[in-house]
């Protein structure tokens, strides 16, 4: 059966992952004080996500016993027991997903710092080597997951989509927990450190540098694991979902539910080739060697699509070109990430260019290039969701109306959802460049703080560059996949609630729309005034003990770092349970409510605002933080000038957005879609009656 490719290539895949682990765990951990160093971080990062993991298994446990009685379907009396099952197995896998980042990526930062004492390359191969593992990882333990629950549940995927709504789940506490971590301690770090005693980022001296460097790992590392472990496998199983429609079956028959798990194991192999070609040439920028496996990456995948659709799909080649429409999608939306983002761009430059006049005029440039940058974001999704459609459907008309009975409609949605899988093929290796960038920060804090020599921390400077505009690309493909899996998953919901659309005049519907763009604000606002109540706690403490310990600023006093990681501990489990469970309780209240029709109204336009403000919020962030390294590469006046103190406000200011909001609306975005989805027979039943 082909199915069984899937579990050869999840298996070698992991095996790779698993050699490459060896590797990593052989190469030198550097001086006894990076050792301490490094000891510290990982401590700090695996007591964090112990005590997050045991908050979500608790809510986790008693949401798959409350959905197990509490969905029924008279045609499917387990249907409440499969649904449940499944999510609990998708929250499982999802923490899973974040721990074993969290855990090569802990043990990978001494090492790329120590390689960084002997050349670029080493430290680059021993950086972007930590980010292959989860990359690889995450992707193995997803299509494992799907492919056992679609041979358990005899081929139908509607009975897999509790997995998909439990990795959603899980995935929306470890980013907002782990965004809320690293956000409040970079935060209080730098305005302190920075700007009110002038020190250097990653100073041993601040007492919040050990609770950022570990918030590195929670946050960026962890919660991005979990992040995009649940895109790929919501966006497979609504893909397959969508091939159960009539006029597709007919066609393609159970090829074409399979053929999204076989594309994907495409992108592992891709992945494990591309990753050869990660390595530093002379006077190469590293950035060009982590594009050349990218590019290499995409080539296999779309020689993947092409032969799966000979194979799989009667060489029918308009969906071939769907997926390529997909894999430039992606390409177009990383270029215009890197554009109004990265500090050698114009949107970028004219923030620092502002600055000079002060932080708020920096701040406003900055958020006028944020919302400018959706629009273009927003034009190379609509289109590739209106041509991928088109090419699905064979360019006919009548495939335009919005009737999900219409053959040439199910062929076109069909088409999108292998648009989707074209953008998702590369994600094994965007996961390592996004991890590459978080391994590298922690190295160069590491080197700073242990006092080695300037050449080595050049090297780790020039790789954490790299790395900061690695996870701003990262952002940009998380938002892209998100608006794409969420059209999918869209539709899916509508095949399985029997809904022909979602007809906003009517009161019910329009009150549901209305609630979705609620969430979207009340649950960033939750976000950010979580980052800001923290922060204030602990810039408290950090002056404290400047204040109290004044050899800490002479050298001869170790600060209290333990401090600070308590307070980002405690502050992140505690503010992530409202905002996610409002997300959670919101659309099911909708639904039972109002029935099944209110819910995609909420679905609609939670989606479309969730897109637009992650996008805001992604880039706005990234292009002030961009504008401060500007300023510290010494342009303008340099560390230590008013404008540089004017660009870390800035900084500090998106960084709430960018690596806490932001993040996590690309998981409420999928968590909605998987919820309505999973939850679907629950708010029919309600429309019943």
Known sequence: MLIDYVFVVSALSLGVAGYVVTWIMKQDTGTARMREISNAIKDGAEAYLSRQYRTISIIAIIATILMAFGIRDPKNAWLGVDTAGGFLLGAVCSNLAGYIAMYISVRSNVRAARGAMSSLDRALKIAFRGGIVFGLAVVSMSLLGISTLFLVFK??????????????FAALFAQLGGGIYTK???????????????????DPRNPAVIADLVGDNVGDIAGRGADLFESITAENIGAMILGLAPAVYALFGINGLIFPLLARS????????????????????????????LIITGVISAGGFYFLTVVLLNGEMNFFFAALVGIVAAVLVAWITDYYTSYRRKPTLEIASASESGPAPGIATGFAVGMESSALFIIVIGAAI??????GNGFVSEGARLDLTDPAFQKGLYGTAIATMGMLSV???????????????????ILEMSGVTAKARAISDRLDSVGNTTKALTKGYGVASAALSAFLLFSAFLEVAGLKGVDLSRPGVFTGAFVGAMLIFFFSSLAIKAVGRTSAVMIREIRRQFKEMPGIMKGTVKPDY??????????ALKNMVYPSMLIIIAPIVVGVLLGAEAAGGLLIVGTVVGVLMALFMNNVGAALDNAKKYIEAGHLGGKGSQVHAATVIGDTLGDPLKDTAGPSLHVVVKLLNTLTLALAPLFILALLH
């Open 427 to 445: 994600t094994p290796m965007v996961l390592a460049m996004d991890g590459f960038g978080p391994i590298t920060d922690n190295a160069g804090g």
């Open 386 to 391: 209106l041509l991928a459609f088109a090419l």
């Open 155 to 168: 081929g139908d995927p509607r009975l897999i989509v509790g997995f998909g709504f439990g990795a959603s």
């Open 266 to 293: 495409f992108g592992l192999i891709g992945t494990m080739v591309g990753s050869m070609f990660v390595y530093s040439r002379k006077k190469e920028d590293p950035f060009t060697s982590l594009t050349r496996g």
């Open 562 to 571: 333990s401090r600070c990681i308590d307070i980002s501990t405690k502050a």
């Open 184 to 202: 409040a301690a970079d935060m209080s770090a730098d305005l302190v450190g920075k700007v009110e005693f002038g020190i250097p980022e990653d």
